[in-house]
């Protein structure tokens, strides 16, 4: 997986991030709220759904308070009620990256002519959809606090024990990649061997990696910051290969 994951591109922005967190919060409650309405329970251990979001928020330092705010918007009526859709959006960035933009959104009309012109104004393209679905792949990822964890032999051993499918050094963590449908078996099995799971949640992970020359990675970068400053989108996947000289020049700018 290291290489083309998500995690290998936000991992080196943290501090922009960081930044944006209150613009962060916003979208996880979003998140949340959804994912609870979905779900049909505002408990987190009767609905998978919520408990990946809430993970997902607490691996973000977010507040329980605004944890609990945003379950209980999810069951509210009248002026108060959530009124979120899901959208997906697929396209092509610079040097024919490919990307796979998931929104939640109460005006479809409003998102689709802002990521719209977000992809115009990088040089990218935006598709239709099942335009490059097909190359990505839906997996669970536990973000693991390395600090916390035993040897690199015996966590190895603890993921196998748990049925994940691979990991990978992410620096201050390590990342467990596991089957979708795995996700929170996985973490819950971890978290019971007595390993601190700091988040989980499912992302698309791009199976045909599309490598890109340094300058053209920088073009790919300001397309994934225009839609990330969209306050609609959830998540922005994409399939540029994250090799070292990538991850040189994106720390650049």
Do not use: C
């Not at 977010?62 to 859709?85: H, L, R, T, V």
């Not at 693991?144 to 966590?155: A, G, H, L, R």
């Not at 839609?227 to 989108?233: A, I």
Request: proline share 3%; hydrophobic share 40%; glycine share 8%.
């Amino acid at each position: 997986m290291s290489g083309h994951s998500k995690w290998a591109t936000t991992k080196h922005r943290k501090g922009a991030q960081d930044a944006k967190r209150s613009a962060l919060f916003s979208k996880l409650s979003r998140n949340i709220t959804v994912a609870a309405r979905v779900g049909g329970d505002p408990l987190p251990e009767n609905n998978a759904s919520l408990a990946a979001a809430v993970a997902k928020a607490r691996a973000q330092s977010m507040p329980k308070d605004k944890i609990d705010s945003a379950i209980k918007k999810a069951f509210a009526s009248g002026a108060d009620a959530a009124n979120y859709e899901t959208v997906v959006y697929e396209g092509y960035g610079p040097a024919g990256v490919a990307f796979y933009v998931e929104a939640l959104t109460d005006n479809r009309n409003r998102t689709a002519a802002d990521v719209r012109s977000a992809f115009s104004h990088s040089g990218g393209n935006l598709g239709t959809t099942g335009s490059v679905a097909f190359q990505f792949d839906r997996l669970g990822q536990v973000i693991v606090t390395k600090d916390e964890s035993p040897d690199e032999d015996e966590f190895m051993m603890q993921v196998a024990e748990a049925g994940g499918e691979d990991y990978e050094d992410a620096g201050e963590d390590w990342v467990v990649w596991t089957a979708a449908g795995d996700l929170t078996a996985v973490s819950k099995s971890l978290e019971d061997q007595g390993v601190h799971v700091k988040g989980s949640e499912l992302v698309m992970v791009a199976n045909t990696p599309t490598e890109v020359s340094p300058a053209d990675a920088k073009k790919v970068m300001r397309l994934i910051d225009r839609l990330e400053e969209l306050d609609d989108l959830q998540d922005v996947y994409h399939s540029m290969q994250m090799t070292d000289e990538v991850i040189a020049a994106i720390e650049e700018d």
